[in-house]
């Protein structure tokens, strides 16, 4: 079956740095999205990665890793804003998304 | 409007009845998609349609039916309402299959089932 894991839930502070991991088992791989999703909103989007490396935009820098199947969205110099959900989704060789639940994240002060 | 636009915003609905939920998007985006979204689920696939005139079955199509008359618009039509639907749904569009921009989601429909 086609499976998409990350954390449930992660803190941290204000102005600091927080890495949410990604790890994917699926039919085929046709690049992989990340979405943030604010409380009681529709999800926006952040980053797409087909290549393995480092994609920075901003803020926020997504990698993948091909081989290993694993992503990981990087925010840095967090604010308050950024407290909300961020999804993980890969396209697979049907090219359909396949999502993980979501990481809430909490920022606090 | 400029996006996606989704209708009703919320809606609460007796078992047994029937419901459609609109969506509208003026990007003239070709693939358009129906999700649904329940708590500590991932968002799942309903249906979808690759261009007008066209749909497909996604991961939960049981229960539900979709149409895609022309371009812009992409209802969803719940035939009889069970409790298991509630849910939130979201509607989202992209330029093309492989989706490289990114989806563009409405702001969803929050739909209960009693």
């Known amino acids: 079956g086609q499976n998409i894991d990350q954390p449930t839930e992660m803190t941290a502070t204000e102005g600091a740095i927080v890495q949410i991991n990604c790890t994917y088992q699926?039919?085929?791989?046709?690049?992989l999205f990340w979405y943030q999703q604010h409380a009681g909103e529709a999800p926006t989007f952040l980053s797409y990665?087909?290549l393995d490396g480092l994609e920075e935009k901003g803020r926020f820098s997504s990698f993948l890793s091909r081989s290993k199947g694993y992503s990981y969205l990087l925010l840095k110099e967090l604010q308050m804003k950024d407290s909300a959900s961020y999804l993980c989704?890969?396209?697979?060789?049907?090219?359909?998304?396949?999502w993980g639940a979501g990481t809430k994240l909490i920022i606090k002060p | 409007i400029a996006g996606i636009t989704q209708a009703p915003t919320s809606q609460i609905l007796a078992a047994g009845r029937r419901m459609t939920l609109r969506c509208t998007q003026d990007?003239?985006?070709?693939?358009m998609y129906w999700y649904r979204q329940d708590l500590g689920l991932g968002l799942r696939l309903i249906h979808y349609?690759?261009?007008?005139?066209?749909?497909g079955k996604g991961e939960v199509p049981d229960g539900y039916s979709v149409s895609r008359a022309n371009t812009d618009d992409f209802p969803l039509t719940l035939a009889s309402a069970v409790p298991s639907q509630t849910s939130v749904y979201f509607c989202?569009?992209?330029?093309?299959?492989?989706?490289?921009?990114?989806?563009?989601f409405g702001s969803g429909t929050r739909l209960t089932v009693v």
């Open positions: 989704a890969v396209l697979d060789s049907n090219y359909q998304l396949i």
């Open positions: 349609s690759n261009t007008a005139g066209t749909t």
């Open positions: 989202a569009s992209s330029d093309g299959v492989d989706a490289n921009y990114g989806y563009t």
């Open positions: 990007m003239r985006h070709n693939a």
């Open positions: 990665n087909v």
């Open positions: 699926t039919s085929g791989f046709n690049g």
